[in-house]
């Protein structure tokens, strides 16, 4: 069974920095490129980030760019968005998601809380 | 760029169809085949329903179709069931500096 999982968010404080992590398993997650999506409290999903199987391609979206970085280690099966700079507008579920070719997000993980606050 | 635009809400009696729309422009929407739909139930993860315009995956029912016109996607349901009361969301390919844009969801409620 293909499973992500996330963890690692939590309250930080504004110009705080977070880890989240993604474990990946039931499936060969060396092969799969794979994103962050967030959604902040009562709103609509975005984009947040994405990396290749090899970690050779990385975008970002511009609400990031500069503060967030994506990273994987596929010997642990494992991704991971190192936040920096957080702002209060970064509060949000954050999704790790596996990527296809289409840009589409085939399996999500249960997502992690991420709240930037004072 | 803007997100996707999506109507805030519809809704259909059990066993009618209802028509989800999401409207980009011409730099997403309209010049790639890359839109997507998600599902997404109160306090759960999104699950993908549609992909490249108008495929099923293993496992979804063939009441969901998708459509495109121009820079118009369309998410039909037909046979509404209770369990399709959710959240609807679009998602397209943008461009290589955009990338990714999604619509701002679509709460569907089932009467």
């Known amino acids: 069974e293909v499973q992500l999982v996330e963890s690692g968010g939590g309250l930080v404080q504004p110009g705080g920095s977070l880890r989240l992590s993604c474990a990946a398993s039931g499936f060969t997650f060396s092969s799969y490129s794979m994103n962050w999506v967030r959604q902040a409290p009562g709103k609509g999903l975005e984009w947040v980030s994405y990396?290749?199987?090899?970690?050779?391609?990385?975008f970002y979206a511009d609400s990031v760019k500069g503060r967030f970085t994506i990273s994987r280690d596929n010997a642990k099966n494992s991704l991971y968005l190192q936040m920096n700079s957080l702002r209060a507008e970064d509060t949000a579920v954050y999704y790790c998601?596996?990527?296809?070719?289409?840009?589409?997000?085939?399996?999500w993980g249960q997502g992690t809380l991420v709240t930037v606050s004072s | 760029q803007s997100a996707l635009t999506q109507p805030a809400s519809v809704s259909g009696s059990p066993g009618q169809s209802i028509t989800i729309s999401c409207t980009g422009t011409n730099s997403d929407v309209g010049s790639y085949n890359l839109v997507s739909w998600y599902q997404q139930h109160p306090g759960k993860a999104p699950k993908l329903v549609i992909y490249e315009v108008s495929k099923r995956p293993s496992g979804v029912s063939n009441r969901f179709s998708g459509s495109k016109s121009g820079n118009t996607a369309s998410l039909t349901i037909s046979g509404l069931q209770a369990e399709d009361e959710a959240d609807y969301y679009c998602c397209s390919y943008a461009d290589s500096s955009t990338h990714v844009l999604f619509g701002g969801g679509t709460k569907l409620t089932v009467l």
């Open positions: 990396i290749s199987s090899s970690s050779s391609t990385i």
């Open positions: 998601a596996s990527h296809s070719s289409s840009w589409r997000f085939d399996c």
